[in-house]
T-cell receptor
Framework: DAGITQSPRHKVTETGTPVTLRCHQT?????MYWYRQDPGHGLRLIHY???????DKGEVSDGYSVSRSKTEDFLLTLESATSSQTSVYFC???????????FGSGTRLTVV | LAKTTQPISMDSYEGQEVNITCSHN???????ITWYQQFPSQGPRFIIQ???TKVTNEVASLFIPADRKSSTLSLPRVSLSDTAVYYC???????????FGTGTRLTVIP
């Protein structure tokens, strides 16, 4: 959708293992975001990036780290996955004034 | 960030016009109102954005009264494919931490 892809689409991992989710965009947008979505909580911002190597924390950043070494890629890492991080993760880009955000299709992560 | 309040769920028959109202009593001068639509297993999709009065596009209309403390998303002649969750967001266009809330689950009935 609009040049934004997430990988993997689904992942099952064990508690305590590291996990990296990837978001790739083809439109050269400066701002990229990682959200998680859980029942009863809507979407909550984890981290965002406003340029290469420029990132900041969101509402629920504990237990997550991010990196952005290239404009097109924004990585979300769970250093040691926990069951509370079982969720659907969405990446988004800011599409410009008047156009809101464009979201990827999501990654469903299950931590067992 | 201005928080929003919207109904948890709504049902409508096919072909009817649906109006979803969102309350945002603490909206700030620089805040815009934006609506998103989310289908199951997909990310939210931008529908419409406005600041005041009325905005219309090929998908929906957005009505904003003069005091801007509420807004109404209007979907004309809904079909089964409009069954989704609709989110109302309030914030500056340049903001990086928009509050999505839990949205309104619209179910269109045949």
């Amino acid at each position: 959708d609009a040049g934004i892809t997430q990988s993997p689409r689904h992942k099952v991992t064990e508690t305590g293992t590291p996990v990296t989710l990837r978001c790739h965009q083809t439109e050269n947008h400066r701002y990229m975001y990682w959200y998680r979505q859980d029942p009863g909580h809507g979407l909550r911002l984890i981290h965002y990036s406003y340029g290469v190597k420029d990132t900041d924390k969101g509402e629920v950043s504990d237990g997550y780290s991010v990196s952005r070494s290239k404009t097109e890629d924004f990585l979300l890492t769970l250093e040691s996955a926990t069951s509370s991080q079982t969720s659907v993760y969405f990446c988004a880009i800011k599409s410009g004034i008047g156009y809101g955000y464009t979201f990827g299709s999501g990654t469903r992560l299950t931590v067992v | 960030l201005a928080k929003t309040t919207q109904p948890i769920s709504m049902d409508s028959y096919e072909g009817q016009e649906v109006n979803i109202t969102c309350s945002h009593n603490n909206i700030a001068t620089n805040d815009y109102i934006t609506w998103y639509q989310q289908f199951p297993s997909q990310g939210p999709r931008f529908i419409i954005q406005g600041y005041k009065t009325k905005v219309t596009n090929e998908v929906a209309s957005l009505f904003i009264p003069a005091d801007r403390k509420s807004s109404t998303l209007s979907l004309p002649r809904v079909s089964l494919s409009d069954t989704a969750v609709y989110y109302c967001l309030v914030g500056e266009t340049g903001a990086n931490n928009l509050f999505f809330g839990t949205g309104t689950r619209l179910t269109v009935i045949p």
